[in-house]
């Protein structure tokens, strides 16, 4: 059975740094590109950054350029993702997703709440 | 970056009735990377449809998908009553990747 399971969020503040885990299972981790997906409360899905199977391609919203670093670690199963400078407008639900080729995001986290506030 | 834009922003249909829900990019987005996902309240989405026309594993036959380039549908024929949900498009072609703002389905 696939499953992700993020970890990683809290609350902490404005200018602050946390760092989210998503710990995968049931499938060959190294196959795959995977992706961090936000939902600010109430609001739609926002797509964060992209990282391919050999971390060869790294990818990130413009919102979090800068701030945001995506990484892997095949032999470990997991996937990362360094948030620093945050800010309230980064406060949301972070999903991790796993790409299939060309198939859209076919496994979902149930996502980790990170709450940026004083 | 590609805007997907999204219409209506709210669809409110009966049981039974069929949705049809639009998805407008900015620019033309190849079909091979344009997807569909569900999401209900508290939970993860879960993908639907990918390649603008292939259904997910799992997924009822009731759900299509159709359009090209910039106009893309989703379609619900004979809503159930798990289907009232939000629905997004997505494009994860070019980066960025974008989603569309959302159709909230809702029972009428």
């Known amino acids: 059975e696939v499953q992700l399971v993020e970890s990683g969020g809290g609350l902490v503040k404005p200018g602050g740094s946390l760092r989210l885990s998503c710990a995968v299972s049931?499938?060959?981790?190294?196959?795959?590109?995977m992706n961090w997906v936000r939902q600010a409360p109430g609001k739609g899905l926002e797509w964060v950054s992209h990282?391919?199977?050999?971390?060869?391609?790294?990818y990130y919203a413009d919102s979090v350029k800068g701030r945001f670093t995506i990484s892997r670690d095949n032999a470990k199963n997991s996937l990362y993702l360094q948030m620093n400078s945050l800010r309230a407008e980064d406060t949301a639900v972070y999903f991790c997703?796993?790409?299939?080729?060309?198939?859209?995001?076919?496994?979902w986290g149930q996502g980790t709440l990170v709450t940026v506030a004083s | 970056e590609i805007v997907l834009t999204q219409s209506p922003g709210t669809l409110s249909l009966s049981p039974g009735e069929r949705a049809t829900l639009s998805c407008r990019a900015s620019q033309s987005v190849s079909s091979i990377y344009l997807a569909w996902y569900q999401q209900k309240p508290g939970q993860a989405p879960r993908l639907l449809i990918y390649g603008a026309s292939s259904r997910a594993t799992g997924i009822p036959d009731r759900f299509s998908g159709g359009g090209s380039a910039t106009d893309f549908t989703l379609t619900i024929s004979g809503l159930e009553p798990e289907d009232f949900a939000v629905y997004y498009c997505q494009q994860f072609g070019v980066s960025p990747f974008t989603f569309g703002q959302g159709t909230k389905l809702e029972i009428k």
């Open positions: 049931g499938f060959i981790f190294s196959d795959y590109s």
């Open positions: 990282i391919s199977s050999g971390s060869d391609y790294i």
């Open positions: 997703a796993r790409e299939r080729h060309n198939r859209g995001f076919d496994y």
